[in-house]
C-alpha cells in the first residue's frame, strides 16, 4: 500500500502541478491533504479543480475556517472588514461560492483505512485543533496536547516544516509544505508514506518551486495592492523564503493590534526593517506596483 500525503498549498497552483507531477510518478493508492489549499495566493479556484480531479481527500484547515466564516456569518466581523485579513477577503471574493459549500463538508480528521492492523490519521493542526502545531515550526513536538492511544501514525500540516518524530511507539509528522517554502530555499514537500516488508516507511519528498511565476501572479491579479500592508510581508515570504507572517503576529504584535491604515503600515513596516528587508520590499513595491512609501 502507498499513499501520498501534501498539504499547505496556500493557493500555489504551481506548486500543486509540481506536487500532482511528481506523484504520478509515485502511482499511490490514494492522496491525501492535510487543509489550507488557498489562502493567500491567486490559484484558488485552479487548486480546487486539481483536487476534485485526482479525488484527494481533505481535511479542513485554520485557512478553510477563516473562509468559511467569512460567507457564512449572519453579521459583520473581523474576517469581513479587518485590516488583518486583507489577503482573505481578496481570496474570499474571487472563489466560487460553490467551493465555499464544499469547504464546511470537509473533516477535520481523516483516517487512512489499511489491512495492516495500523491506525493513520490525518489532521491539519492536531487531531483536536487545527489551530494548533503538533509539531511546531522549530521542531518541537507538542505532546502534552495528544492522547497516543487515538493512532500509531498521525500525519499533520500547518507547521510547514518537515518533521518525523516517534515518540512512545507513536510516529508524529509534520508533511512540511507544498506552496510556501519557509526553509530559506524554494523546496517544496509532500509525503509518501508505504507498506513494505511488514513495516511502514516514510519519505520527504523535496521538490523545487519556481516563486517568480507566483509572484508575477501577485502583481497582475493586484493582489500585492488590495492585501496590503500584509501582503508586503507575504511578499517577503516568497522573495527569501522565510516566515513573516505568523513571526509577525507571535513575536512584534502578540497583544495589541494596530487600528488604523497607518498604524498597520508602520507596523509591517517597522517588522521588516527590524529583518533587514524594508529596502528591498520597497523598491519592489515602487517598481511593480508605483508606490511610493515612506
Request: contains cysteine; negative net charge.
Amino acid at each position: 500500500m502507498k499513499v501520498a500525503v501534501f498539504g499547505d498549498i496556500h493557493g500555489n497552483i504551481y506548486g500543486l502541478n509540481a506536487i500532482i507531477e511528481d506523484i504520478k510518478e509515485e502511482k499511490p493508492d490514494s492522496i491525501y491533504c492535510t487543509g489550507d489549499l488557498f489562502i493567500p495566493f491567486p490559484g484558488a479556484n485552479k487548486v480546487w479543480d486539481l483536487i476534485i480531479d485526482f479525488n484527494i481527500k481533505c481535511v479542513r484547515g485554520n485557512g478553510e475556517d477563516r473562509l468559511i466564516e467569512f460567507f457564512k456569518r449572519e453579521h459583520q466581523n473581523d474576517i469581513n472588514t479587518s485590516i488583518q485579513y486583507r489577503p482573505t477577503q481578496f481570496i474570499a471574493k474571487k472563489l466560487d461560492s460553490k467551493i465555499v459549500n464544499s469547504l464546511e463538508k470537509l473533516p477535520l480528521i481523516l483516517e487512512i483505512k489499511n489491512s495492516y492492523d495500523t491506525k493513520i490519521m490525518i489532521c491539519h493542526g492536531t487531531p483536536y485543533s487545527n489551530q494548533e502545531f503538533l509539531i511546531d515550526p522549530e521542531g518541537r513536538l507538542l505532546i502534552q496536547t495528544i492522547d497516543q492511544s487515538i493512532a500509531d501514525i498521525i500525519i499533520a500540516g500547518h507547521s510547514h516544516i518537515p518533521y518525523q518524530i516517534e515518540y512512545n511507539n507513536v510516529q508524529f509528522i509534520s508533511v512540511g509544505s507544498g506552496g510556501l517554502s519557509l526553509i530559506g530555499k524554494p523546496i517544496i514537500y509532500y509525503l509518501i508514506l508505504e507498506y513494505n516488508d511488514n513495516n511502514w516507511e516514510f519519505s520527504q519528498k523535496a521538490l523545487f518551486c519556481d516563486y517568480n511565476l507566483l509572484i508575477k501572479d501577485l502583481i497582475e491579479t493586484n493582489f500585492l495592492y488590495e492585501g496590503s500592508p500584509i501582503s508586503w510581508l507575504m511578499l517577503d515570504e516568497l522573495l527569501c523564503f522565510q516566515n513573516r507572517v505568523y513571526k509577525f503576529f507571535l513575536d512584534f504584535y502578540p497583544k495589541v493590534l494596530p487600528n488604523s491604515e497607518s498604524e498597520w503600515e508602520r507596523a509591517c513596516i517597522q517588522y521588516l526593517k527590524m529583518k533587514g528587508r524594508w529596502k528591498e520590499i520597497k523598491e519592489f513595491l515602487s517598481k511593480h506596483l508605483g508606490l511610493k512609501i515612506g
